[in-house]
C-alpha cells in the first residue's frame, strides 16, 4: 500500500552533477527516516545517506562534501544532490523509508525500484 518512486538518473561526466528524487505514495500517516542506497554490478549495497524527520543527517564517507540529502516532507519526498561525481559513483541508486501507514501501530521500511546512475567520460 506504499510505494517509492526515484527519479533523476542517467548518464553524466566525471565531475558533473545529477539530483535524484523520490517520492512516496500511499495511506501514509508519518514517514521517520529517509534514505539512498546504492548498489554496483557485483558489490553489496551499501548506504549513501539517511535523514530524520527533523532533518538531521548522515553521509557516508565515500560521499561527505559532495553529496547532499534533503527531504520535503509536505510532498513526502526526498532528495540526493550529487556533485563531483566520480566513476565509483556509477551504481543503482535506491530510495528507502520508514514509514507508518494509517491504522498500523509499527512502521515498516519500503524500498524503490532503483534509479541506475552511471559516470563516464
Given at each position: 500500500q506504499?510505494?517509492?518512486v526515484e527519479?533523476?538518473?542517467?548518464?553524466?561526466?566525471?565531475?558533473g552533477s545529477l539530483r535524484l528524487?523520490?517520492?512516496?505514495?500511499?495511506?501514509?500517516?508519518?514517514?521517520?527516516?529517509?534514505?539512498?542506497y546504492r548498489q554496483a554490478p557485483g558489490k553489496q549495497r551499501?548506504?549513501?545517506a539517511t535523514i530524520a524527520s527533523d532533518g538531521s543527517t548522515n553521509d557516508a564517507d565515500s560521499v561527505k562534501g559532495r553529496f547532499?540529502?534533503?527531504r520535503d516532507n509536505a510532498?513526502?519526498?526526498?532528495?540526493?544532490?550529487m556533485n563531483s561525481l566520480n566513476p565509483e559513483d556509477t551504481a543503482v541508486y535506491y530510495c528507502n523509508a520508514e514509514?507508518?501507514?494509517?491504522?498500523?501501530l509499527l512502521p515498516s521500511e519500503y524500498w524503490g525500484q532503483g534509479t541506475q546512475v552511471t559516470v563516464s567520460s
Amino acid at each position: 500500500q506504499v510505494q517509492l518512486v526515484e527519479s533523476g538518473g542517467g548518464l553524466v561526466q566525471p565531475g558533473g552533477s545529477l539530483r535524484l528524487s523520490c517520492a512516496a505514495s500511499g495511506n501514509i500517516v508519518r514517514i521517520n527516516v529517509m534514505g539512498w542506497y546504492r548498489q554496483a554490478p557485483g558489490k553489496q549495497r551499501e548506504l549513501v545517506a539517511t535523514i530524520a524527520s527533523d532533518g538531521s543527517t548522515n553521509d557516508a564517507d565515500s560521499v561527505k562534501g559532495r553529496f547532499t540529502i534533503s527531504r520535503d516532507n509536505a510532498k513526502k519526498a526526498v532528495y540526493l544532490q550529487m556533485n563531483s561525481l566520480n566513476p565509483e559513483d556509477t551504481a543503482v541508486y535506491y530510495c528507502n523509508a520508514e514509514i507508518r501507514i494509517r491504522n498500523f501501530l509499527l512502521p515498516s521500511e519500503y524500498w524503490g525500484q532503483g534509479t541506475q546512475v552511471t559516470v563516464s567520460s
